[in-house]
């Protein structure tokens, strides 16, 4: 079974612009979770999508969305982008709602200038 | 307010000896516990979980995870360190807020494995 992908891999935007990444989960797998990592606030929980609709959020403001596809794969959106938002964002994936992520993709790392 | 902590930015351990990774948990209701690993080049992988049950947890790598209800920890254990387990242990609580999930992490202890 292919795992979880991502795509880009890397990215570099600048302040002010938008950027949309994209998560694949592995076959099977109905719920797709984000996380941001940064050196100073770690890993942090974004939201979770089972579905095709979002059932689980962190404490992210409204600049960051999401969204998942009837095939399940999921999009996340930044608008906007500050300099904080430099960060691995990464993804997973679970077979059912509200179980703990167990498969991550390798993350997209997004550097904005 | 609910949260986890990792009191130890380091732990370093002779190849051979028991580990211990340390995770305190606050969280309103039963905890959901978990621990992940980070290693290098590698991504973010899933070790053990706690929901109910047995206090002692086992998980991948020969990894372990006591969960101590009274002293809220739930400690990451191995019998026998490995070089290779040199990584990022992170732990994790689900906190539950108005009816909806949300997954609090720790801020990581980088274990150093000595040969």
């Known amino acids: 079974k292919a795992g979880v992908t991502q795509t880009p891999r890397y990215l570099i935007k600048t302040r002010g612009q938008q950027v949309t990444l994209s998560c694949s989960p592995i076959?099977?797998?109905?719920?797709v979770s984000w996380y941001q990592q940064t050196p100073g606030q770690g890993l942090q929980f974004l939201f979770e999508y089972f579905s095709e609709t979002q059932r689980n959020k962190g404490n992210f403001p409204g600049r960051f969305s999401g969204r998942q596809f009837s095939n399940s794969r999921s999009e996340m959106n930044v608008s906007t982008l500050e300099l904080g938002d430099s960060a691995l964002y990464l993804c997973?994936?679970?077979?059912?709602?509200?179980?703990?992520?167990?498969?991550f993709g390798p993350g997209t790392r997004l550097l904005v200038l | 307010a609910q949260s986890v902590a990792q009191p130890e930015d380091q732990v370093n351990v002779a190849e051979g000896n028991p580990l211990t990774v340390k995770c305190t948990y606050s969280v309103s209701g039963n905890p959901y516990l978990f621990w992940y690993v980070q290693y290098p080049n590698r991504g973010l992988q899933f070790l053990l979980k706690?929901?109910?049950?047995?206090?002692l947890v086992k998980g991948s790598y020969g990894f372990e995870a006591e969960f101590n209800k009274s002293q809220t920890s739930f400690h990451l254990k191995k019998p026998s360190a490995l070089v290779s387990d040199s990584a990022l242990y992170f732990c994790?609580?689900?906190?539950?807020?108005?009816?909806?999930?949300?997954?609090?992490f720790g801020t990581g202890t980088r274990l150093k494995v000595l040969a």
């Open positions: 076959s099977g797998h109905r719920s």
């Open positions: 997973a994936s679970s077979p059912a709602m509200d179980r703990p992520a167990q498969y």
């Open positions: 706690y929901i109910t049950g047995d206090n």
């Open positions: 994790a609580v689900r906190a539950t807020t108005s009816g909806t999930y949300k997954y609090i």
